[in-house]
T-cell receptor, first 114, second 113 residues
């Protein structure tokens, strides 16, 4: 158990709808990362937070995507006006304060846009 | 630019065979980290190992071993006496200092009984 939970585990939505995913650590963590993984590919970086501050965003993160980490613990990733190309696994990862430089991943949220 | 290449898309072996998964990386930094993750059919990425760019010692953990060679920019992963439970997709990844991971495309390992 990595101590990272994600909800929901699966989400099916219709094109044009908004969706929100949540990532929760079980214990205190420092950095929080979001990645996207499409079928047959490796995960691709989207964005990361150090405490509440969003420090880097990938060019993959279009203006339809927004991420927050309001209290420096859990984080949300919202996609507005979903498109079929948004269908993917969305992964959250944490760096444990005791084991820096190593990211531990949650189980992911699989999004299907119809 | 950072890049990780896993040239083997799929590998199939019979149980008890040894298998080596290749990983070649590109980076301009002198300080970086290399990682291997396992993604079983359940989908969750499982951390296996982290290597610091200044530490070229090879590492062994049970049936797993890793060979890091800066001269060839490679970080290969060997499973000795493979088992069916080793069947998964394996990802090599690179990060410069503390930060985002750059993943390879992954190698799908199938171990048949």
């Amino acid at each position: 158990d990595t101590g990272v939970s994600q909800n929901p585990r699966h989400k099916i939505t219709k094109r044009g709808q908004n969706v929100t995913f949540r990532c929760d650590p079980i214990s205190e963590h420092n950095r929080l990362y979001w990645y996207r993984q499409t079928l047959g590919q490796g995960p691709e970086f989207l964005t990361y937070f150090q405490n509440e501050a969003q420090l880097e965003k990938s060019r993959l993160l279009s203006d339809r995507f927004s991420a927050e980490r309001p209290k420096g613990s859990f984080s949300t990733l919202e996609i507005q006006r979903t498109e079929q190309g948004d269908s993917a696994m969305y992964l959250c990862a944490m760096e444990n304060v005791e084991v820096l430089d190593t990211q531990y991943f949650g189980p992911g949220t699989r999004l299907t846009v119809l | 630019a950072q890049k990780v290449t896993q040239a083997q898309t799929e590998i199939s072996v019979v149980e008890k065979e040894d298998v080596t998964l290749d990983c070649v990386y590109e980076t301009r930094d002198t300080t970086y980290y290399l990682f291997w993750y396992k993604q079983p059919p359940s989908g969750e990425l499982v951390f296996l190992i982290r290597r610091n760019s200044f530490d070229e010692q090879n590492e062994i953990s049970g049936r797993y071993s890793w060979n890091f060679q800066k001269s060839t920019s490679s970080f290969n992963f060997t499973i000795t006496a493979s088992q069916v439970v080793d069947s998964a997709v394996y990802f090599c990844a690179l990060s410069e200092k503390r930060g985002k991971l750059i993943f390879g495309q992954g190698t799908e390992l199938s171990v048949k009984p």
